[in-house]
């Protein structure tokens, strides 16, 4: 079982549409990541969000951490062919001990 | 050069055969891990490493064992490998993580192993 569920699993729209990814968990974090991964690459940091109920701005992202601090999303406006990938969430607990990684979301943006 | 080097980049190895995989790093982190990535299933962990005389298991470090030889390297063997460890592997460190801060993990670009 994970610990954090991501949601959809995959996504296939059109270049210029917005979309949206969850982050969900019945866990409190200290911290909660968003990574980006490529194929054949490791997942590169987006964002950490830190607060309950922050918002973070990415040129065409918007990061929000919930007010419980047990999920998050990620928001993609007019979405490209570049940002295609998979998206990982990561989630830090207060012992600072290890990273939780959801399943992922795999986008597809067609042009 | 790569902040986190992972070498091979790709092995081909048969069933039964010991393997190592190799992790550096130049981020000055203590703080190292290993993850398997399984298509659907994310990352999940094998190993993590605080310190040189700290090794902890993870999720799934049945068949996997791991050595940390200095703060900079890290390596993940495989004793006797079995087809189902047929996976992406991939090494990555960590800063210490402080309240209000978080913590961001570097990973290498990963080791496509595959066992026949």
């Known amino acids: 079982t994970q610990l954090l569920e991501q949601s959809p699993q995959f996504l296939s729209i059109q270049e210029g549409e917005n979309l949206t990814v969850y982050c969900n968990s019945s866990s409190v974090f200290s911290s909660l990541q968003w990574y980006r991964q490529e194929p054949g690459e490791g997942p590169v940091l987006l964002v950490t969000?830190?607060?309950?109920?922050e918002v973070k701005k990415l040129k065409r992202l918007t990061f929000q951490f919930g007010d419980a601090r047990k999920d998050s999303s990620l928001h993609i406006t007019a979405a490209q062919p570049g940002d295609t990938g998979l998206y990982l969430c990561?989630?830090?607990?207060?012992?600072?001990?290890?990273?939780?990684f959801g399943s992922g979301t795999k986008l597809n943006v067609k042009p | 050069d790569a902040d986190v080097t992972q070498t091979p980049r790709n092995r081909i190895t048969k069933t039964g055969k010991r393997i190592m995989l190799e992790c550096s790093q130049t981020?000055?982190?203590?703080?190292m891990y290993w993850y398997r990535q399984d298509p659907g299933l994310g990352l999940q962990l094998i190993y993590y490493s605080f310190d040189v005389k700290d090794i902890n298991k993870g999720e799934i470090s049945d068949g996997y064992s791991v050595s940390r030889q200095a703060q900079a390297k890290f390596s993940l063997s495989l004793e006797s490998a079995i087809p189902n460890q047929t996976a992406l592997y991939f090494c990555?460190?960590?800063?210490?993580?402080?309240?209000?801060?978080?913590?961001?993990?570097?990973f290498g670009q990963g080791t496509r192993l595959t066992v026949v």
């Open positions: 990555a460190t960590s800063d210490f993580g402080v309240q209000g801060r978080g913590a961001e993990a570097f």
């Open positions: 969000v830190v607060t309950g109920g």
């Open positions: 981020k000055g982190h203590d703080r």
């Open positions: 990561a989630g830090l607990p207060y012992n600072f001990n290890k990273f939780y």
